[in-house]
Structure formats: structure tokens, C-alpha cells
């Protein structure tokens, strides 16, 4: 009775596997030009077609070609996706179906104009994350780009040209590109070219060439084109043969704000890292003080400016914006910091100690300070310069009916306290308001304090005037320390939010760990991180898990809080299948109501989160990095029990391993005893019978049989241990292959029954470098095999010759052939697929082990004509070396 073994992945399959998969992404070529007319879209279809004429399988994915007649006919031939029709304020527009490339997979898709915009509700809002997701399927690009385009030089080309340059591209795009080409051509050709209207239509092209194609701003933008190329080369060569000049240890450090002009300082740094080489940092300065709905946007907008370009994000919690970069500036190890101008006043400037450029100048000792020119205004909005517009109408009307209280029971107690007290109730009472109300409702309230306090309490009375000098000395006293006193308790507030909100994030992490290092199951861990992410970001929470081969389950997790809809979960399985974060806020269909993140760890990805962020605000930068935290751990938690699990299978195979060794060992000596005994016995009784019985004779026939079929086991049994275990000692020789095969032949003449057994040799064959004893046996084991499986008196055949460089040996036979299928599973362990079949079915299982330990390569297939063949390739040289030396 056979049972059916478990097939498990072999591992050497996985290992290519995971190989390929780590090698699948698919290569991008930019053609890059100056402006739109030089040639991109020729020289990419030009291109296309000699990829086609090589045998690719070419696809034009989206082509515009602007009814230019050289591009049309240079498209002709090339396979023509259709596009995707949609409906955007009742106008029909067509975009690339990008579902429809990565269902057709061919080698090579065409995407022209890659900064293009999408149309409103599409995957992507803009086409290069459509040409990123389409390399990550292992898909060759060619795409088409203009300078213009870049947002790093974006604002240089408005400056220059005058002219709004609406869709852009981060520069990183360029920079993964596995090969970028220039196609330059020379200011007066392409206004030749505009002219004779091959770029743009005929009622066009005046104004082109009063706004944008004139001679000098084309110039500018060639050299654009020239240099960025140039540098590209430069960072390549740099790359493939680092010096000891490389700059790659310097790192930028850029500070950001909600202002408008921060975009251009992190384009400004980004720059920089370029020609440094460098990685840099953007950071963002929590001041402790809210942001508007505007500034949250302004804020975010930025961020993912960064991200684009490449930036790492940091966000750090400071009052004072200089300790802050100070800070980064330590905890980045930045050796060059992006900064703009501020436009704060003489007198600010004074409070402060000095203006932001002067405080980070003297502080600069480690690092080299960069003013952005022309960065007027870019910290104004960090602090506002109108302190009073930071807090809200409902404090400012709070303060001030506190304040006409205080003042009306101020005016009872005038007669008993006298007036100096009454100034001492005034200061406490500011005291009191700067713990709830912000700095703007605390300084009105001081001036006004002391403003009433002066004309209704110090004499004479209900007049400004104040006739003694203590008078004065006591009323100046009073307001410098109440706005002192408001100002710095404001101050410390804040300071204690901040803590309050640092403390909160880390009381946050520290719960989720504690709650993941106690479980030890997935559902445990889910129900830890719903838990803990519902309380701290206040929203509902979304989990699906990955099962045990890797595939993300169809359903929710019971303990989730939300259940997206059928189009949502789609986007949580993108999020899966590409291991980036989709949905709400990101550039993934950014209008949708949940934020889907994947939980990724170096063993890979283990599942989704989402985040129900229907009609909420984007996640400030601390809340944005408390998640990814979060994420983290929940990703290195489930991988946790999956490699507890994969150790526990590893041990269980380990004992089963060495089981299955000692069972061997045991049954395989255990034999050896009784069969020498058997043989000795028979040997006895051949020389003890006399005459013709042959009753007895036959009888000893089927004893020597059965003796031998035991002793095959025991011999099958022996050499699959010392497989397994790695003993298997080769002794190699230069030997004759015709002399291995009538080897084999000889020895199983006596075996081969009613069979015929013929052996076919080239004449001439060179010797070849092996184990002779083991290929002996393998040929044996295959021999027998065929006398096992085939029907009485069908004949097999052994054949050997040597074509080009390797030894073949061919065992053929004329029965029933193997199973259609199963060629390649004969060779596992106890594997019986033939109605015909004996024994235990380790014996093409051991001949595969030792052909390999010896280079070589064993396979089966059937004969046209019936039957099966098993083929054996040896490498070899052509003769055995010479010896160095004669005797």
C-alpha cells in the first residue's frame, strides 16, 4: 500500500522565484527634450520599431501625435491599445486604460507626455504613477518628457518664459529612469519647424511665437535641458565609480512652513542635493499653535511636494523655531541648511533676540547656512507678525466679560483695599486667563487691564493722567509685568501641549506594544491594533490579513470597525499588491473615504489597514508618523508569529528528518544480518544437491530471487541515507563509456528473464571523467526498472554517445511509457505510477541523486513510437590533461 506524499515547494524553485521577482521590474527609457517639436515622439516611435523588429511584443499604450504626418507614418505597424473613455463635466475625454496595459503585458508599452494630468476620479491623479505602477508589473516604458516639466525647474521656466507651467513631474522620475536620451535640436530649427507647422496647428502658431517659442527663452531652456542631462551623466559615473571626493556623506537640511513660498525652498534644496549628491531632509517645526483648514492644506501640499522629490520628512515639536532646526540639524547630522527671509519687524526682531538668519548664523558652526534669494516672506506665516489673529472670537469675548467682572467687584473693594491692591487683583486675574485663553486674548487683556486701571482706580480718577511718580513707576511696573507674565505663561502652555501631545504618542506606542508582545496569535494582534488605533486617531479601523500563501483575504477582519465597500476594498488590494498607501491624501484616488495603508516588514507584507477618513482632515505630520510607527509594529508583531510558526514547522521536519534517517540506518543493518545468512545458506545447498531434482532446483530459483529483490531494498535504503545525509564520497576517474555500459549489460544479463537486453555504443567515443562504480549502479537501477514496468518479452535497450560536450546514455524500453504528467514526478521518493509496478519506488529517485552529485542531469520522457526513455547528460572534456612530467 503507497500513501500519497504532501508536495511541498521545492527550494531551490522558491529561491528563483523570489530571484525573479526581485529582478521584475520593468526598465524605463525618457526621451527628453527642451520644448515641445524637437523630435521625442519621433525618436520614441523610431525606437519602438526597431524593438519590434527584433521580436518584442510592442504595444502603444497612449500616443499623441497632434496630426503630425512623419509620427503617424512612424506609428504605423505598432499594436494600438484602445483608450479609456470617461465623463468629466458632462465632456467625454480619453485617458490610457492602464488596466487594460497590465492585462495585456506585452514587453514594451508607449506612454507619451508623462507629466499629463489625468482626468479627475482615475487611479492616479497624474499619468508618471500610472507608468510607475506599470514597470512595478515588470513592463518596459518608453515616455516622453519636456524641462519644462520638472518641478524642480518649473518656477525657473515661468520666471523665464512668463507662462504658467501647470503639469509637472518630481525629478526623481528622471533620475530611476534606467536610460534617458536628449533630443536636442537648435532654437532656429524647431521655429522653423513651428512655422511649417509641424508642431503646432497653423492658428497657433503666431501666438506661439510671440509668447513662448521665442529665440531666447529657448535658448534658456536648451541650456536647461543640456545641463540636467549633463548632471544626470555626472551622478551615474559617480555612482558606478565612487572617489574619495564623493559628497555623498553631506546631507541638506530644508525648513518648511504653511507659507506659500515654502514649495520653492524645498525646489531649492532639492536642486542642491542634486548637484551635491546627495540625501536631503525636510523639516517641519510644530509650534504648538493650530492651523487653519487653509495652512492644513498649504502644509500638506508641501509635504508631498517633499515625498515626490525625495525628501525624508521629519516633524519635531518646538516653541522657537531656531531651537527646532537646531535640533534636526542634531538628530539628521545636516551639513547644509535651506532657510528663506522673514519679514518681520525691527521690533520683532528684538523681542526675539535678533531675526531668524542672525540667531541660526551664530549657531551655524556645523553646518553651512543657505538664504534662499528672492525668499521674502516664507517664515511670516511660521509665526505671524499679528499675534492676535492666532486665537479665536470666543476668547477674546471671554477675556474681556472676565475682565469687566473683575474690574465691577474691583470697584466694591476699592474703598477697603485701596488702589495698589486693586492692580495686584488685575495682574492675577491675567495670570489666570493666559492658562486657557492664547497669546493674542492675554496681551489685550493686559493693556486693557491696565488701561482701567488707570483711569478708574489710580487718582485722579477717570483720567488718563497719573500725578504722582510712584504712580507711574507703579503703573509702567504693572503693564510690563502682566504682558511678561501672560506672555510667558502662554508660553509655558504651549510648551506643556506639546509635551502633553508627545506624551500621548508615546503612552499610544507603548500600549500597542505591550498589547502585541502578549498575543501570540493573528487575531490577537488584530484585535490589539483596532483597539488601540480607534482611540488614538479616533476613527474607525479596517484590517484585512494575508493567509497563509500570501494572498490578502476577501474579507474583513471580524474586529474591524468599518466594512469598505466593493470598490474600496479593490484599493485596499492595490495597496497589497504594490505595497504603497492608497486612498484618502494620497495620489492614489485621493477622493476616496478610507486611508489604506499596507503593513509592511522586511519579510514582507502581512495585510492592509485603512482609516475611515470620510469628511476629515489629512493627518498632521506627528499624527502622519505615529501611524507609520504604529504600522511598524503591527507588521514586525504578525511576522513574529509567522516565523514562530515556520520554527515550529522546521522543528517538526527536523525530528521527522532524523526519524526517517534512523528508521533507515535501523531497517537497513537490521536487514544485513539474515541476508548474509540467506546467501551463505544457499551457496551451501547449490554445492549439497546432487543430480537432477528439480523440484529442488526450482525452489532455490525463487529463494535467490526473493533473496535479491531484499537485497535491492536494503541497497536502495543504504544509498538514499548517505544522500541525504551529504556522505556520499565521489571517486572520480577517466573512464571508458563503453566499458560502463557492457558493464552494466553483463551484470543484468542473469536478471533479465524473458527480456531482451541490447546495448548500442559509438565507436571512438572520448573518456569521460566519473564515478564509474555509481554510474554503473544508476544504469543498473534504470535497467531494472524497465524489467519492473514493462510486460514479459518486451525488449530494452542502452545506448551511449558523446554529442558535442557531453556523455549521453539512453535507457529505452517498449512498454506502456509513463503517465502524461508525471514525467518529472517518477523521480520523487516512493513514487509508483505504473500498474506494473514493484518495490518501494526508491529507485529512480537515488539514480537522479547520483547523477546530479556528479554535474550531470537525469529526465524521462515517451516514445513517439511507445514506451518511455530515460536520458542521462555527463558533462566532459575532450581528453584528460597531460601530465606535466614523464618518468
Known amino acids: 500500500m503507497t500513501y500519497p506524499e504532501e508536495k511541498r515547494p521545492d527550494p531551490d524553485e522558491l529561491l528563483s522565484r523570489i530571484g525573479a521577482e526581485s529582478q521584475s521590474r520593468g526598465k524605463f527609457k525618457i526621451f527628453f527634450g527642451m520644448a515641445a517639436g524637437v523630435g521625442k515622439t519621433f525618436e520614441m516611435l523610431r525606437d519602438a520599431q526597431k524593438a519590434k523588429s527584433e521580436g518584442r511584443d510592442v504595444v502603444v499604450g497612449y500616443l499623441e501625435t497632434h496630426k503630425r504626418k512623419e509620427t503617424e507614418e512612424q506609428a504605423a505597424g505598432l499594436a494600438l491599445l484602445p483608450r479609456k473613455k470617461s465623463k468629466y463635466k458632462n465632456v467625454e475625454l480619453e485617458e490610457m486604460d492602464l488596466d487594460g496595459v497590465l492585462e495585456r503585458k506585452p514587453e514594451l508599452v508607449l506612454v507619451d507626455e508623462l507629466a499629463h494630468t489625468n482626468v479627475p476620479g482615475s487611479r492616479h491623479p497624474k499619468r508618471y504613477q500610472d507608468v510607475l505602477e506599470i514597470l512595478d508589473h515588470g513592463i518596459d516604458v518608453y515616455s516622453t518628457l519636456n524641462v519644462q516639466h520638472l518641478e524642480s525647474r518649473a518656477n525657473i521656466v515661468e520666471e523665464l518664459s512668463g507662462a504658467p507651467v501647470s503639469e509637472r513631474v518630481p ?121 487653519t483648514v487653509e495652512e492644513r492644506k498649504q502644509l500638506h501640499s508641501h509635504l508631498q511636494l517633499a515625498r515626490e522629490l525625495g525628501a525624508e520628512i521629519l516633524s519635531l515639536p518646538e516653541k522657537d523655531l531656531v531651537q527646532g532646526i537646531l535640533r534636526a540639524v542634531e538628530r539628521t547630522k545636516a551639513t547644509h541648511v535651506v532657510i528663506g527671509r522673514t519679514t518681520h519687524s525691527r521690533f520683532r526682531h528684538f523681542l526675539e533676540g535678533g531675526s531668524l538668519l542672525e540667531r541660526l548664523s551664530a549657531e551655524s558652526a556645523n553646518f553651512q547656512l543657505v538664504v534662499v534669494p528672492g525668499g521674502e516672506g516664507k517664515y511670516k506665516n511660521l509665526r505671524p507678525i499679528w499675534w492676535i489673529g492666532k486665537s479665536g472670537p470666543i476668547q477674546y469675548f471671554f477675556s474681556f466679560l472676565g475682565l469687566l467682572a473683575v474690574t465691577s467687584v474691583n470697584l466694591l473693594l476699592l474703598n477697603l483695599v485701596g488702589y495698589w491692591s486693586i492692580g ?35 487718582p485722579p480718577r477717570f483720567t488718563f493722567f497719573i500725578g504722582k511718580l510712584e504712580d507711574w513707576m507703579m503703573f509702567v511696573m504693572y503693564f510690563v509685568l502682566a504682558m511678561v507674565l501672560g506672555v510667558f505663561t502662554t508660553r509655558l502652555r504651549s510648551r506643556e501641549e506639546a509635551l502633553k501631545y508627545g506624551e500621548e504618542a508615546i503612552s499610544s506606542l507603548y500600549e500597542l506594544s505591550l498589547a502585541l508582545s502578549r498575543t501570540h496569535t493573528t487575531d490577537g494582534i488584530v484585535n490589539a491594533s483596532v483597539e488601540v488605533l480607534t482611540k488614538t486617531f479616533s476613527c474607525p479601523i479596517f484590517v484585512v490579513i494575508a493567509d497563509k500563501d500570501g494572498r490578502l483575504d476577501r474579507t474583513a477582519h471580524p474586529k474591524s470597525g468599518f466594512i469598505p465597500e466593493s470598490r474600496e476594498f479593490a484599493l485596499a488590494s ?103 545468512v540467506i546467501r551463505a545458506s544457499l551457496d551451501l545447498l547449490d554445492r549439497e544437491i546432487q543430480g537432477d531434482k528439480g523440484k529442488e532446483i526450482s525452489l532455490l530459483k525463487e529463494i535467490r530471487g526473493a533473496y535479491r529483490k531484499l537485497e535491492r531494498l536494503v541497497n536502495n535504503l543504504l544509498d538514499m541515507t548517505r544522500l541525504e545525509s551529504g556522505r556520499l564520497q565521489l571517486d572520480l576517474q577517466w573512464e571508458d563509456p563503453a566499458d560502463l555500459v557492457l558493464g552494466a549489460v553483463a551484470e543484468e544479463e542473469s536478471e533479465k528473464g524473458s527480456h531482451s537486453l541490447v ?129
Open 171 to 291: 525629478d526623481s522620475i528622471l533620475e530611476i529612469a534606467d536610460e534617458v536620451e536628449l533630443v536636442d535640436l537648435v532654437p532656429d530649427d524647431l521655429i522653423k519647424r513651428l512655422k511649417e507647422g509641424k508642431v503646432y496647428p497653423s492658428e497657433k502658431v503666431a501666438g506661439a511665437l510671440s509668447s513662448f517659442f521665442r529665440v531666447p527663452n529657448l535658448t534658456a531652456l536648451r541650456e536647461l535641458a543640456l545641463s540636467y542631462t549633463s548632471k544626470l551623466v555626472d551622478r551615474e559615473l559617480s555612482r558606478l565609480e565612487p572617489t574619495k571626493d564623493s559628497k555623498l556623506s553631506e546631507k541638506i537640511l530644508v525648513a518648511i512652513s504653511p507659507a506659500p513660498g515654502s514649495g520653492e525652498l524645498i525646489r531649492h534644496a532639492k536642486r542642491m542635493a542634486f548637484l551635491l549628491k546627495c540625501s536631503w531632509v525636510t523639516v517641519y517645526i510644530e509650534n504648538g499653535r493650530s492651523l
Open 424 to 458: 495686584l487683583v488685575y495682574l492675577f486675574f491675567v495670570m489666570f486667563i493666559s492658562l486657557f485663553a492664547g497669546r493674542g486674548p492675554v496681551l489685550v487683556t493686559s493693556a486693557l487691564s491696565a488701561l482701567l486701571w488707570n483711569f478708574l482706580f489710580i
Open 759 to 887: 546495448s548500442e555504443v559509438d565507436e571512438n567515443m572520448p573518456l569521460v571523467r566519473l564515478d564509474n562504480r555509481i554510474m554503473q549502479q544508476v544504469l543498473i537501477h534504470l535497467i531494472q526498472n524497465a524489467f519492473l514496468h514493462t510486460p514479459e518479452g518486451t525488449p530494452v535497450r542502452v545506448r551511449a554517445s558523446v554529442p558535442r560536450d557531453h556523455l549521453l546514455l539512453v535507457v529505452e524500453d517498449e512498454g506502456p511509457g509513463i503517465p502524461k504528467g508525471e514525467e518529472e514526478r517518477i523521480f520523487d521518493k516512493f513514487t509508483k505510477v505504473s500498474s506494473y509496478a514493484h518495490g518501494t519506488g526508491l529507485g529512480l529517485s537515488i539514480c537522479k541523486g547520483l547523477v546530479e552529485a556528479q554535474g550531470g542531469k537525469i529526465w524521462a520522457e515517451n516514445r513517439a513510437e511507445g514506451g518511455a526513455r530515460f536520458l542521462i547528460r555527463i558533462p566532459v572534456m575532450t581528453f584528460p590533461p597531460l601530465e606535466e612530467s614523464f618518468g
Open 574 to 676: 492595490w495597496s497589497f499588491q504594490n505595497r504603497k498607501p492608497s486612498g484618502n491624501s494620497t495620489d492614489t484616488v485621493p477622493l476616496s473615504r478610507g486611508l489604506y495603508l499596507p503593513l509592511l516588514s522586511p519579510g514582507g507584507c502581512f495585510g492592509v489597514l485603512g482609516l475611515d477618513r470620510e469628511s476629515k482632515q489629512p493627518l498632521e505630520p506627528g499624527e502622519d508618523a505615529l501611524l507609520h510607527s504604529m504600522l511598524n509594529q503591527i507588521a514586525l508583531a504578525l511576522e513574529r508569529i509567522q516565523l514562530l510558526g515556520l520554527r515550529e514547522n522546521a522543528r517538526m521536519v527536523e525530528e521527522s528528518e532524523r526519524l526517517h534517517s534512523a528508521l533507515f540506518n535501523s531497517v537497513s543493518h537490521e536487514f544485513r544480518t539474515p541476508l548474509t
